[in-house]
Nanobody, 116 residues
Framework: QVQLVESGGGLVQPGGSLRLSCAASGFTFRLYAMMWYRQPPGKEREFVARISAGGGTTTSADSVKGRFTISRDNAKNTVFLQMNSLKPEDTAVYYC?????????WGQGTQVTVSS
């Protein structure tokens, strides 16, 4: 079955950086677009970034443009989210997701806390 496992979260000071990873299994990774979402405390889950199957096209939310970069390694079935210039409002649980055969699968999430 489709499985997604995120890692790389943690506590970081404002202005710092983190790199999240999402290891995928159970489907042909190189054929599917991948997404990152986040859920801030007390708020709805929101879109962060998307990368096409081949990695040539990316989109991101306005709130993270210029600071976050999504990338993927199709040889390692892994998608990444490089987060720079982190702000307290980036504090959230970050999830990767994929839609396979019209079914969306989410990982368990990884906590990112930006605080001094």
């Amino acid at each position: 079955q489709v499985q997604l496992v995120e890692s790389g979260g943690g506590l970081v000071q404002p202005g710092g950086s983190l790199r999240l990873s999402c290891a995928a299994s159970g489907f042909t990774f190189r054929l599917y677009a991948m997404m990152w979402y986040r859920q801030p405390p007390g708020k709805e889950r929101e879109f962060v970034a998307r990368i096409s199957a081949g990695g040539g096209t990316t989109t991101s939310a306005d709130s993270v443009k210029g600071r976050f970069t999504i990338s993927r390694d199709n040889a390692k079935n892994t998608v990444f989210l490089q987060m720079n210039s982190l702000k307290p409002e980036d504090t959230a649980v970050y999830y990767c997701s994929v839609e396979v055969m019209r079914v969306t699968t989410w990982g368990q999430g990884t906590q990112v806390t930006v605080s001094s």
